[in-house]
Structures are given as C-alpha cells and as structure tokens.
T-cell receptor, first 113, second 113 residues
C-alpha cells in the first residue's frame, strides 16, 4: 500500500455530465499528478499540482480541471463528459517537486455511457 | 516528441526462468528511469528506480541502464506465476522548472506454471 487513496472506486456517468474525482496524497507528499489510462495504454499525464498551484499540464482540453487543497489532497473535475473519457484515472503523489518517484493510488474507473 | 518504447508482448516464460523486459527512450536528457508493475484492473506499483549506468539489484529484480544506447531493462529471476502482469517503463525529464515522467505502453508478461 502506498498510502495514496482515491474515491470513488468506480463511477458510471452519461455523456454530457460532470464528474469530480478525489485523491488524498501520501503523508508528507506535496505534489500530486493525475493520469488517464485507457485500456491497453500507458498512463497519459493530465496535470500536476504542487502547493495548490497547477505545475504542468498534458495534452488535455480545458474541460479537465483540478484543485489541490492546503492538506495536499486533490480533485480532478471533468465537464461535458464524452464517451472517450471512459478510463482508469490515476492519482500519484511525490515527496516533493523535482523528484520523479511517484506512488499511485488505486485509481477510479470511470465509465461514460 | 519524447518517447519511451516497449515491446507490447505478450512475453511468455516458464516458472523459474529469467524474464527479460526491455525499454528504449528518446530523450538523451532523461536522468531517471522507473519500472512499475501493473496487474489487470489495478494501479501501477513501483518496482525499481535506476539513475546510473550499470545494474541495480533488489531481490529477484535487476534493473540495467545503458545511457549511451538509451536502453533500460528489467530482469526477473526465478519468475513466478504471481509475476504475470504488465510492466511499465517510465523516464524522467526536465520540463521547464518541473520534472515529468513519460511512459511506455507496457509489456505484458505471462509466467506459466
């Protein structure tokens, strides 16, 4: 166990809806990264948060947004859901900015119908 | 375009054999490399990190790095059926003031009893 938790575990939404996914980072970790992993693919970087600020973003549209809170927990929000958003969403925490080692939570499986 | 490439497999080995997983990366500036194991439907689990040329051993696992050839490998000795999973290779690189990981698509390993 990495100490990184995510909720919910599974989620089913319909196209056009909005969803919020949550992540609690490992104690002492101030950097959180979010990834999308489609079936049979490697993780795709969505964005990273460090001390409540977005600290880099991958090739995802603005309808993917996030927050980090003072306790370093984080949220991923996705608006106007599309069928292709169906994937495993992974949160990973790092001990500090500038380190590469990332520890993953169990993920949230999102299905968009 | 920074890339990490892996043979998708499946790689099939008999129980007790050595499994050899390979990864190449395109960015010569990458300084850190990681192997993660991912069971079906689960999140990636960190197995090894390696930063210097040569071998790094941890139990049954050995990571090998050759920066001149831009090549990283993972050897699993005495393979067990429980090692059957997808193995993801990741490389760390500088993105402005930040550090990011780029991921391969993973190699599927099947260890046959």
């Amino acid at each position: 166990e990495t100490g990184v938790t995510q909720s919910p575990t599974h989620l089913i939404k319909t196209r056009g809806q909005q969803v919020t996914l949550r992540c609690s980072s490992q104690s002492g970790h101030n950097t959180v990264s979010w990834y999308q992993q489609a079936l049979g693919q490697g993780p795709q970087f969505i964005f990273q948060y460090y001390r409540e600020e977005e600290n880099g973003r991958g090739n995802f549209p603005p309808r993917f947004s996030g927050l980090q809170f003072p306790n370093y927990s984080s949220e991923l929000n996705v608006n106007a859901l599309e069928l292709d958003d169906s994937a495993l969403y992974l949160c990973a925490s790092s001990p500090r900015q500038g380190t590469d080692t990332q520890y993953f939570g169990p993920g949230t499986r999102l299905t968009v119908l | 375009q920074k890339e990490v490439e892996q043979n998708s497999g499946p790689l099939s080995v008999p129980e007790g054999a050595i499994a050899s997983l390979n990864c190449t990366y395109s960015d010569r500036g990458s300084q850190s490399f990681f192997w993660y194991r991912q069971y079906s439907g689960k999140s990636p689990e960190l197995i090894m990190s390696i930063y210097s040329n040569g071998d790094k051993e941890d139990g049954r696992f050995t990571a090998q790095l050759n920066k001149a050839s831009q090549y990283v490998s993972l050897l699993i000795r005495d393979s067990q059926p429980s090692d059957s999973a997808t193995y993801l290779c990741a490389a760390g690189y500088n993105a402005g003031n930040n550090r990011k990981l780029i991921w391969g698509l993973g190699t599927s390993l099947a260890v046959n009893p």
